[in-house]
């Protein structure tokens, strides 16, 4: 491309009274892809966010592989523990009780999962120890204490040190029929890992009082085993069922979240294809502009070609006043879409204050922050996919100049 195709395709780039029209299609069509570019980006980094703290979390608190007992739970749990610690790949195997029970304090009550298990064990639960709200995990020990969500405790207008009674699904039976079986339990640290369901449904116990509390003595609900890699848990399927082999069953966290991921990855892929069709608006509006520009400037076109320029100089024109359009567009989008990812929480507050709403509620996101994780693969593929869109919109009009015969432009002028 020589300097003469690029100083004319500025020119005609450059607005003036009798092309302002021209000149403002071009406009919308460079807000547009930047537009469509920048939301891109920042709806497939938030559904990245999502899927990835989502993912975090859920696992960090549920393990990648749980062994359960049949009927009646594990028992010798102690055993196969150590024997599934010796798998290649295996990190850490823990044993515990599940249950659900009722929460109740200062009249007030709400449904929780007790989780029972050993004091050492949750301590080397990073999620949760780099997490803790109030108290100290070092008290966690005994058959009275408890850990519960924060959100849990404020609910239950509860504090650490203050006293949660827990009411089992299974009463006792009695000669006048069967009593609820209540026990209470002092709060001794609370915590919040940043998601809603957890923090406001969650209590850990000691795994022993949980074995009595449950009915579970000698016994407990089955095993979460910690994997380097949780992408790469179908490789571990057949090592650990010969361990546990006739003693329980496995279930990895890809069965368990199924519904919920698949349905986070259907709605990734629609909303990729949706917004893509902005920047296909988009590039349509510079195929109707350089059409209007190509049907404005045939006289210039006629000129040029008199003056030596063969097609090719004019495709080449009209394809570097497209092409400029698109890329500008393209450069402003990403540009925006990343400062946008980078300071998304900040500009939620933001908004949340100016229109005095909760944009973001954790009950029903079930995270406490709008999370946003830039993959630069995707970042990279967007703009890559809005630039061929753009260039490809100025083939059709650059080609329709270059074929334009200087005599009939001259004639109708």
Request: with cysteine; charged share 20%; net charge neutral.
């Amino acid at each position: 491309m020589q300097a003469f195709e690029w100083m004319i395709a500025g020119r005609y780039l450059t607005p003036r009274r009798k092309d302002g029209f021209i000149s403002l299609i071009a406009g919308l069509a460079l807000v547009g892809i930047a537009l469509g570019v920048a939301t891109l980006i920042v709806v497939m980094s938030v559904m990245n966010g999502f899927r990835y703290e989502l993912l975090g979390r859920i696992l960090g608190l549920n393990g990648h592989i749980m062994v359960q007992g049949y009927q009646g739970g594990l028992a010798d749990y102690d055993a196969l523990a150590k024997q599934l610690r010796q798998v290649a790949g295996v990190r850490r195997v823990t044993p515990i009780i599940e249950g659900q029970v009722m929460a109740m304090a200062n009249n007030a009550a709400s449904g929780a999962l007790v989780r029972g298990l050993r004091p050492a064990d949750l301590k080397k639960m990073p999620i949760i120890a780099t997490n803790i709200r109030a108290g100290d995990l070092a008290d966690f020990t005994g058959r009275n204490a408890v850990v519960v969500g924060d959100k849990l405790a404020h609910t239950l207008g509860l504090t650490v040190g203050d006293n949660i009674t827990l009411v089992a699904p299974q009463g006792t039976f009695t000669a006048f029929g069967t009593a609820p079986r209540l026990q209470a339990y002092t709060i001794v640290a609370t915590f919040d890992i940043g998601m809603y369901e957890y923090d406001s449904g969650f209590i850990f116990m000691p795994l022993e009082e949980a074995q009595i509390y449950f009915r579970q003595t000698g016994r407990v609900s089955g095993l979460e085993v910690m994997i380097d890699d949780p992408d790469k848990v179908a490789a571990l399927h057949e090592p650990l069922l010969r361990v546990v082999a006739g003693r329980g069953v496995l279930v990895d966290w890809r069965q368990i979240n199924s519904g919920f991921f698949t349905a986070l990855q259907v709605e990734r892929n629609v909303m990729f294809l949706i917004l893509t069709l902005i920047i296909l608006v988009a590039a349509f509006n510079i195929v109707s502009s350089l059409i209007m520009l190509v049907k404005d400037k045939g006289a210039d076109i006629a000129i040029l070609r008199t003056m030596g320029a063969t097609r090719g100089a004019v495709m080449r024109v009209f394809f570097i006043a497209g092409a400029s359009v698109g890329v500008l567009g393209t450069l402003s989008g990403s540009l925006l879409g990343i400062l946008f990812c980078d300071n998304i929480e900040p500009i939620r507050r933001f908004f949340e204050r100016l229109t005095d709403t909760n944009l973001f509620s954790e009950e029903i996101y079930f995270l406490s922050e709008l999370p946003a994780r830039m993959d630069p693969v995707e970042v990279v593929s967007v703009i890559l996919a809005a630039l061929a869109l753009s260039f490809l919109a100025t083939l059709y009009p650059s080609w329709r100049a270059a074929r334009m015969d200087p005599v009939e432009a001259l004639r109708h002028e």
